[in-house]
């Protein structure tokens, strides 16, 4: 079921709704995943994402969202092109996600060496790419 469409995306309604009012902003142009897409694109995918998001809280009266990109099929993206889930959320809704776990202060570290270098590098081609 469409709920808004213009040249630049699609927004519908989930035919596997997790929760009332949960959609997918879908852009137009063919991407497997946000990593095929440039930074603007992305920016205005998350900035409509953003949008609707607000305008779902206000007419559902909904006491939180949650907005996600499932990017990759290890991350179970399932359809072969970027999308983004707005889900409306409830107090006392039955929407599940993953339990966390506590991670120790020695393994935050250990991981945070690991990809330290490499997000720093990222973030500062995005920095050049914009300048």
């Given at each position: 079921?469409?709920?808004?469409?213009?040249?630049?995306?699609?927004?519908?309604m989930d035919r596997?709704?997790?929760?009332?009012?949960?959609?997918?902003?879908?852009?137009?142009?063919?991407?497997?995943?946000?990593?095929?897409?440039?930074?603007?694109?992305?920016?205005?995918?998350?900035?409509?994402?953003?949008?609707?998001?607000?305008?779902?809280v206000g007419a559902?009266?909904?006491?939180?969202?949650?907005?996600?990109?499932?990017?990759?099929?290890?991350?179970?993206?399932?359809?072969?092109?970027?999308?983004?889930?707005?889900?409306?959320?409830?107090?006392?809704?039955?929407?599940?996600?993953?339990?966390?776990?506590?991670?120790?202060?020695?393994?935050?570290?250990?991981?945070?060496?690991?990809?330290?270098?490499?997000?720093?590098?990222?973030?500062?081609?995005?920095?050049?790419?914009?300048?």
């Amino acid at each position: 079921m469409k709920v808004y469409e213009d040249g630049f995306l699609l927004v519908i309604m989930d035919r596997y709704p997790r929760g009332l009012g949960h959609v997918l902003v879908i852009p137009k142009a063919h991407y497997e995943t946000l990593f095929d897409m440039d930074y603007g694109d992305v920016g205005r995918l998350f900035e409509y994402s953003v949008a609707v998001a607000k305008a779902l809280v206000g007419a559902l009266k909904a006491d939180g969202v949650n907005i996600g990109v499932n990017n990759g099929r290890a991350a179970n993206q399932i359809i072969p092109h970027v999308h983004v889930h707005v889900i409306p959320r409830f107090y006392g809704d039955s929407i599940g996600f993953p339990p966390k776990r506590r991670a120790s202060l020695e393994e935050l570290e250990e991981v945070a060496k690991l990809v330290r270098d490499e997000v720093s590098s990222a973030i500062k081609n995005i920095t050049h790419e914009r300048v």
